[in-house]
């Protein structure tokens, strides 16, 4: 708990401490009236009570300020209290106390033990009773049922109202803490909005104008409807998936999910489908390179079906374009075109893996990337 809680729920206790000295000292100041002929030094009870008046109005003020709730005051006022119980034999008299009047303080000796207890919670509130109560059975040399009494309430009153609290600043943080959620809340909420309505609809626009053309124009096509649905992971909360240790293992499904889009539909299990980060990069690059030719040579138009066997794990690129001629993927190997050739069987022959090419003409193409769980 801190030590001065500023503002918010501890300003109604503060001020409710003022007002409980001041209401004491009234109830002190007609006790020092009726009792005053019995007192041994009459006059000095009258000076003790302008100084308790006196430091009412000092706590009251000072403890007003946040910044002034601190140990300097806290302890000053648990000091004024102690020596006024200190000086109440020689006030009061021996005898008189003995006879059973009234010390000076009474209920006033509470208020330090009020404002530890609001400052600190219940145990710098019991620490505070135990020093007035423990000072206030000592001066008074005899020890009764009453003041035994008045003791107890006193260490009740100062666990209680340091519980209490302490209940009030634990629920003021907790209210600002829900106060800033929803504000981030809302800000997302806002940026959401604008991003919906500006650059997402720019990114679809490319990606749709763009994924039928060839070359860079083509790969642009595709990059912005990469980034479309990030961006769109991205307001919806979605926390980032990229591992920051390539021998950690990622969920496949959270790499292949960025190639999804109004054109290419992507399944995946329910589960997760853990790998090494590196392998996983690898087969979503390679998942990349076969959709590359989808755009190219299908319309764009394709499917991803991630298959977990436990031993293995297969993604499939499927699409229903006119297939591969008969010894296309040689001649373009000759030509230098080698995107199936390294960008595809490279990539999966490096992790262990391998690669089957499933192609009619007329009837699409189906590429399907098997890597072992553990790579040779």
Do not use: C, K
Not at 18 to 44: C, Q, T
Not at 156 to 172: D, F, I, K, M, Y
Not at 355 to 362: A, E, F, H, K
């Amino acid at each position: 708990m801190p030590s001065s809680p500023s503002g918010g729920f501890a300003d109604p206790l503060w001020r409710s401490v003022a007002v409980f000295r001041f209401a004491s000292l009234a109830y002190v100041g007609l006790l020092v009236l009726r009792d005053a002929g019995r007192y041994a030094h009459p006059v000095a009870a009258g000076g003790v009570l302008l100084v308790m008046l006196a430091w009412s109005g000092v706590t009251a003020v000072g403890y007003a300020r946040p910044a002034n709730r601190r140990w300097p005051l806290l302890l000053a006022d648990l000091g004024v209290v102690l020596a006024i119980l200190a000086v109440t034999p020689w006030v009061v008299g021996r005898p008189a106390l003995a006879a059973g009047v009234p010390a000076l303080a009474v209920a006033w000796l509470a208020g330090p033990v009020l404002a530890w207890a609001v400052s600190g919670g219940r145990r710098r509130g019991t620490v505070a009773a135990l020093l007035v109560g423990g000072t206030d059975l000592v001066t008074r040399g005899r020890i009764g049922p009453s003041s035994l009494t008045g003791a107890i309430l006193l260490l009740l009153a100062g666990a209680v109202v340091g519980h209490v609290a302490r209940l009030a600043v634990s629920t003021e943080e907790r209210l600002q803490r829900a106060v800033e959620l929803e504000a981030a809340t809302r800000e997302r909420e806002r940026l959401a909005r604008d991003i919906h309505d500006s650059v997402l609809q720019v990114l679809s626009l490319v990606q749709r104008r763009g994924a039928h053309l060839d070359g860079e124009a083509g790969e642009l096509a595709r990059l912005a409807g990469q980034q479309e649905v990030a961006l769109r992971a991205l307001i919806s909360g979605a926390p980032p998936t990229s591992p920051a240790d390539p021998g950690d293992e990622v969920d496949l499904r959270s790499l292949l999910s960025g190639y999804a889009s109004a054109t290419v539909q992507v399944s995946a299990p329910a589960t997760p489908v853990p790998l090494p980060a590196s392998v996983a990069r690898e087969v979503a690059a390679a998942t990349a390179a076969a959709l590359d030719n989808v755009r190219r040579h299908a319309d764009g138009r394709g499917w991803v079906l991630v298959e977990d066997e436990g031993d293995t794990v297969t993604v499939s690129v499927r699409d229903a374009g006119p297939g591969i001629p008969a010894g296309r993927l040689v001649e373009a190997a000759r030509q230098g075109r080698l995107g199936v050739a390294q960008a595809i069987r490279g990539r999966m022959t490096d992790l262990g893996g391998e690669v089957r090419i499933i192609s009619t003409p007329g009837e699409g193409t189906e590429i399907e990337l098997m890597v072992p769980r553990r790579s040779r």
